[in-house]
């Protein structure tokens, strides 16, 4: 069993539910705070929940963790307006970075878009596109930067946009094969494990960026069991020669006890430990 710790801002949305389960379930996190405007639904011993308002987040509010995931995102409907859209996608996810980075947090990974990109004609490309540029030049130790397609799965709220092209991704993905492969829509579950795949066994450099396809892909690596098969249980043999090795290999000591010092000075022999008394003067 491990002993991480995991930070998750953006935790009530389709992915972020999802990740803050599987943290609670992997064997390596024995901790999982969430920092979040509203109390999640899912319960968990390991799980802690921060009730915050990010326009007024700390850095107190912010404990030492090993990961600080950031699964925030929202549309402009739900937003209201370009600006809380910004606010929400680009303004909180920077701000946290940088609390995370004082508070010496090695690895952020963040959910961005598949087309991010500062330079893009749309707009919301545009804005995780900035994010990404604004992460790296913060000069985070692990920065990973996570670059979904469309996500599917059961949300909260209903979104007519994502269901039309969840639906009509799901009637062509047939046809996308090749470089187009990467548009595929994407269940949000495997998003979140690709994460904590990324985390534990992840590119070990200061940015990496990963697609959609490749986090489609992503999974635990295999655990090699060992070998009990009768054959092997019962190899007299085999135990009898370990048992001779580990016999050559012990080392006597010679133990001295200076009790005008009163410490035990100790030499490494070859021989049978022997006790020697000091002569009264």
């Known amino acids: 069993m491990g002993m991480r710790a995991a930070i998750v801002v953006g935790a009530t949305g389709l992915t972020g539910t999802s990740l803050v389960e599987q943290l609670c379930e992997n064997d390596e996190y024995v901790s999982v ?21 990010f326009d007024t987040l700390e850095e107190k509010d912010i404990e030492f963790a090993h990961e600080l995931y950031c699964c925030l995102g929202t549309t402009i409907k739900k937003a209201g307006s370009r600006e809380m859209f910004e606010k929400v996608d680009f303004e909180y996810p920077l701000a946290i970075a940088s609390l995370a980075k004082k508070r010496g947090i090695p690895h952020m990974l963040v959910i961005t878009a598949m087309g991010a990109n500062e330079g893009s004609p749309f707009y919301y490309n545009r804005v995780k596109g900035k994010l990404e540029h604004d992460l790296i030049e913060l000069g985070l130790q692990r920065l990973s930067i996570i670059r979904p397609s469309l996500l599917v799965g059961e949300r909260e709220e209903f979104r007519l946009g994502e269901k039309a092209g969840e639906k009509v991704l799901k009637v ?24 904590i795949v990324i985390a534990l066994h ?31 249980l019962f190899n007299w043999e085999k135990h009898k020669l370990s048992s001779e090795i580990d016999e050559g290999n012990k080392v006597n000591r010679e133990v001295i006890i200076n009790r005008d010092k009163y410490k035990i000075e100790e030499t490494v022999i070859d021989r ?8 009264d003067e």
């Open 202 to 232: 992840g590119k070990k450099q200061p940015v990496a960026i990963y697609q959609s396809q490749e986090l489609a892909t992503l999974d635990f690596p295999e655990i090699k069991e060992e070998d009990v098969s009768r054959e092997n």
């Open 272 to 279: 049978e430990v022997n006790f020697h008394h000091r002569e």
């Open 33 to 53: 705070l969430v920092i979040a405007r509203r109390m999640p639904e899912f319960k968990h011993p390991k799980l802690e929940v921060k009730i915050r308002d």
């Open 172 to 195: 062509a993905k047939p046809l996308l094969v090749g470089p187009l492969k990467r548009s595929r829509a994407i269940d949000a579950s495997q998003v979140a494990k690709a994460m």
